[in-house]
């Protein structure tokens, strides 16, 4: 009669269990360390934000001190005016802000006198200040003087200008910080204001337009595809740079916000760093898949080093046993050969419980 071998059987079991447990683990030991990884990651991203952050703001110190440097002096020039002298035609503007059957009204001597006098002050200040573009005053009666006179679209970046300081709240407005306006997205024109008061009113606004777009292209950042947002006080993106190139600032998914935005301590301004998706997903998943694959085969060669030991120590041994038997109670002399030597005590044992059975028998 055969017997069953019920230890195969239960390797039989316990190898499938011991493989789904296998790929269990390692799939769990890979998402903790993925995790980890993660936490790790997350943490270099925000320092790089921070350090991104704190270049900006210091690109940005400079011309921050020049607009409160010229705001002192020039509420100091209109306080005690000097002798008026005449301005260049070309460089003032008179702008139809009220409506159209409304002029603007003219320079008062104090601004005209103010503006002559700083007037090579500021050229000197277009030619050593990094970033600094020109220089405008803005005058509550609606006159536009520019340093540079070659802009074409000066009287209508003027009143943009005039819009966006109405639009200004309160607090923002009497700030003696700078105000970053935006005249223009598409052309990147971006302009600090700061208010000009005579005897506690304000008489007008001086206006320097700064190359925000080169200052945004000179941080750089470790991730190559990372695109560098600055934001305003609404989350809209107006200025957005990839590997240190002008970016389409439509591409914020709005994804990372929580974890990657920081406002800069020099303007109410935020700045965001949002990596690539494609290549972030392809990065995350490859790194998931080579974690998996580390932990998958130390434990795989460890499950199949112990079963094929098991196997050889002990099913086939056992396995030949069952043959022995059943050749024995066949009526053989002698069962199976080559028996194991860890095994000969059961093998001449059974021999022995054999032949007592047939000496019993005998009886």
């Given at each position: 009669?055969?017997?069953?071998?019920?230890?195969?059987?239960?390797?039989?079991?316990?190898?499938?269990?011991?493989?789904?447990?296998?790929?269990?683990?390692?799939?769990?030991?890979?998402?903790?360390?993925?995790?980890?990884?993660?936490?790790?990651?997350?943490?270099?991203?925000?320092?790089?934000?921070?350090?991104a952050t704190s270049d900006l703001d210091h690109q940005l110190l400079p011309l921050l001190h020049l607009s409160t440097v010229l705001q002192k002096e020039a509420?100091?020039?209109?306080?005690?005016?000097?002798t008026p002298a005449a301005l260049p035609a070309e460089a003032v503007a008179s702008l139809n802000l009220s409506g159209p059957q409304a002029g603007a009204q003219?320079?008062?001597?104090?601004?005209?006198?103010?503006?002559?006098?700083?007037?090579?002050?500021?050229?000197?200040?277009?030619?050593?200040?990094?970033?600094?573009?020109?220089?405008?005053?803005?005058?509550?009666?609606?006159?536009?003087?520019?340093?540079?006179?070659?802009?074409?679209?000066?009287?209508?970046?003027?009143?943009?200008?005039?819009?966006?300081?109405?639009?200004?709240?309160?607090?923002?407005?009497?700030?003696?910080?700078?105000?970053?306006?935006?005249?223009?997205?598409?052309?990147?024109?971006?302009?600090?204001?700061?208010?000009?008061?005579?005897?506690?009113?304000?008489?007008?606004?001086?206006?320097?337009?700064?190359?925000?777009?080169?200052?945004?292209?000179?941080?750089?950042?470790?991730?190559?595809?990372?695109?560098?947002?600055?934001?305003?006080?609404?989350?809209?993106?107006?200025?957005?740079?990839?590997?240190?190139?002008?970016?389409?600032?439509?591409?914020?998914?709005?994804?990372?916000?929580?974890?990657?935005?920081?406002?800069?301590?020099?303007?109410?301004?935020?700045?965001?760093?949002?990596?690539?998706?494609?290549?972030?997903?392809?990065?995350?998943?490859?790194?998931?898949?080579?974690?998996?694959?580390?932990?998958?085969?130390?434990?795989?060669?460890?499950?199949?080093?112990?079963?094929?030991?098991?196997?050889?120590?002990?099913?086939?041994?056992?396995?030949?046993?069952?043959?022995?038997?059943?050749?024995?109670?066949?009526?053989?002399?002698?069962?199976?050969?080559?028996?194991?030597?860890?095994?000969?005590?059961?093998?001449?044992?059974?021999?022995?419980?054999?032949?007592?059975?047939?000496?019993?028998?005998?009886?």
């Open positions: 009669m055969k017997i069953s071998n019920p230890l195969l059987n239960e390797h039989k079991r316990h190898r499938r269990y011991g493989l789904a447990l296998v790929l269990i683990l390692a799939c769990l030991m890979a998402l903790l360390d993925y995790l980890m990884a993660l936490s790790v990651r997350l943490e270099i991203r925000q320092a790089q934000l921070n350090a509420e100091q020039r209109l306080t005690t005016p000097d003219p320079l008062s001597s104090a601004e005209t006198a103010m503006l002559a006098q700083l007037s090579p002050w500021f050229r000197h200040h277009l030619q050593v200040t990094p970033y600094l573009l020109n220089i405008a005053y803005l005058s509550e009666g609606g006159q536009w003087f520019h340093v540079r006179t070659a802009d074409p679209r000066a009287a209508e970046l003027a009143q943009t200008a005039k819009q966006q300081i109405a639009a200004l709240a309160h607090l923002q407005f009497n700030s003696p910080q700078a105000n970053l306006l935006i005249l223009d997205k598409l052309r990147q024109r971006f302009v600090l204001q700061v208010p000009l008061r005579q005897d506690k009113t304000i008489s007008g606004h001086l206006l320097l337009e700064i190359d925000l777009l080169a200052m945004l292209q000179q941080v750089k950042l470790a991730d190559q595809g990372a695109t560098l947002m600055l934001m305003d006080k609404n989350a809209e993106v107006f200025l957005a740079t990839q590997d240190g190139k002008l970016t389409d600032p439509g591409r914020y998914d709005g994804t990372d916000q929580n974890d990657s935005m920081q406002s800069l301590a020099a303007l109410p301004v935020a700045v965001h760093i949002q990596p690539d998706q494609v290549s972030e997903t392809k990065a995350e998943l490859t790194r998931f898949a080579a974690e998996l694959g580390l932990y998958c085969l130390p434990l795989l060669l460890l499950y199949g080093y112990l079963a094929s030991r098991f196997k050889r120590k002990v099913l086939r041994p056992f396995s030949r046993l069952l043959i022995h038997v059943a050749r024995l109670e066949r009526g053989d002399a002698q069962g199976v050969r080559h028996v194991p030597a860890e095994w000969e005590q059961v093998f001449k044992h059974t021999e022995q419980l054999k032949d007592q059975a047939l000496g019993k028998s005998a009886d």
